[in-house]
């Protein structure tokens, strides 16, 4: 998986060439560690909050082959999401490591199988 796999909208602010690179930057190590990553969207929101700083919130849909990853990271909204680029690197940490706890990524690398598998399609007949 390349960084150009990922689609990346800002919204309660201008675009960003920089965190542009940076989140693409973070999708391309994601997709290294966490190789089911085809693609995604990243979704990076200024927040105003009544506050004097701004406060960023990042979540992000990631294509895997059992469906679609919804990642979001908005709690925890403190201080340190004054910074964009935190709030990003906190975002994709928070990624990975719900991909890891996911059944599937346990059982593809000889890990337990999931407890609770998938129901199987019904057969005709």
């Given at each position: 998986?390349?960084?150009?796999?990922c689609?990346?909208?800002?919204?309660?602010?201008?675009?960003?060439?920089?965190?542009r690179?940076?989140?693409?930057?973070?999708?391309?190590?994601?997709?290294?560690?966490?190789?089911?990553?085809?693609g995604g969207?990243?979704?990076?929101?200024?927040?105003?909050?009544?506050?004097?700083?701004?406060l960023?919130?990042?979540?992000?849909?990631?294509?895997?082959?059992?469906?679609?990853?919804?990642?979001?990271?908005?709690?925890?909204?403190?201080?340190s999401?004054?910074?964009?680029?935190?709030?990003?690197?906190n975002?994709?940490?928070?990624?990975?490591?719900?991909?890891?706890?996911?059944?599937?990524?346990?059982?593809?690398?000889?890990?337990?199988?999931?407890?609770?598998?998938?129901p199987s399609?019904?057969?005709?007949g």
């Amino acid at each position: 998986m390349n960084g150009s796999a990922c689609e990346i909208t800002f919204l309660g602010m201008d675009p960003v060439e920089a965190i542009r690179v940076e989140v693409r930057a973070w999708f391309a190590r994601l997709g290294a560690l966490m190789e089911p990553v085809s693609g995604g969207h990243v979704f990076i929101e200024a927040v105003e909050e009544h506050r004097k700083e701004r406060l960023y919130r990042v979540r992000m849909d990631l294509a895997t082959p059992r469906g679609l990853v919804t990642v979001c990271h908005a709690q925890g909204m403190n201080a340190s999401h004054e910074d964009v680029y935190v709030a990003i690197r906190n975002a994709f940490r928070a990624a990975r490591r719900q991909l890891e706890s996911e059944p599937a990524a346990r059982a593809d690398d000889g890990g337990p199988a999931p407890s609770s598998p998938l129901p199987s399609p019904a057969l005709p007949g």
